[in-house]
């Protein structure tokens, strides 16, 4: 096994793309301690170079990690590859409307980083994320199960926050999944949630808080955009839940996390959307259909078939 034990290799991470989200991404698994070597890939070269500095600057304060930028030659032996580059999201513009311009750019990517880094896991961020990891799995040649898409990890954590503010309640006791489309038709799985092992409804009855699931959810689909009305793009979040997914992936522990891989379930078909899905030092190993009341189910259903739907306007051959 590769980082486990004190002489452990450290994990080298190559991020395509150093703008806001891939910069960042390289800043949070700095403060994780799991890199041992972050390169950075960009078209814009001086930018790459910037950021690399930019980081290899925070030497006194982190765990020991080599930065720096370079070509994909230097990539070689990458343990994780991270895609963050490509066209970011417009204010008004929903993350599917990103799809077409964003699979060429894949395209591009792919040809150039698959042949120098065969055995990484592949960890897709740019958007609209379940669509380019659908894109990456049918057209790289990389095993399904080393490819997989941030997906709805951050949605858990905006859902998990609105929910801790509500309570007053620390988010990380907050357990609740939100599943599918990382987008307009993610939705939250309310019968298994639970605040400090109790039932998440009872606690707001409790506590006297009005539930309002739909208002809840709906904060949390318009969280992204939101913060893009506000100040142009997000990037902190979605950073520190990349980093923490390596980190689950590195600890090889077999971690559950919602991130978006392949399915082929009935009712679902051959898309990516995010379910609970257990992740090692080789990517995904097992998916979870969690018990989905029957509204929740029509949900899944419907937001694979929002994502199929744009693959199929898509030419993906
Ligand atoms: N999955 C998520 O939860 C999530 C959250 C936020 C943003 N995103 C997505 O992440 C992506 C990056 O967002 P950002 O805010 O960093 O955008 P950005 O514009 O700041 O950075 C994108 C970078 O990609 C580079 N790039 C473009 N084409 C490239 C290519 N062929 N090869 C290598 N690099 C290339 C650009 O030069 C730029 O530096 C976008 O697609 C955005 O929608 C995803």
Redesign the pocket.
Known sequence: MLFRGKMAKKAKITI???????ATIGFSVMHKGIAGEILL????KD?AEGEAMDLAHCADFCPPVKVRSGDYGDAEGSDFVVV??????KPGQT?LE?ADV?VR?MR??MAQIVPRAPDAVYVI???P?DVLTYAWIRLSGLPRNRVVG?GTM?DCSRLKNAVASDLSVDPRDVNVWVLGE?GDSSFAVWDSATVGGRDLREMYLEKGVPFDGEALMDAVRGG?ADVIRRKG???YA?AM?VATLIEKMVEDAGAYVSVSSILNLEGVGDVCVSLPCSVGSDGVRDTSVPALDPGEAVSLSESAGAVRKVLDSLNLT
């Open positions: 395509i793309g150093a703008g806001n989200v891939g890939i960009d078209v814009a930018k963050a580059g490509g066209a970011a999201r993350r990103l964003n750019i591009d990517i961020v740019s958007n994320v941030s951050l990382h992204g793009s997000t990037f979605v839940s």
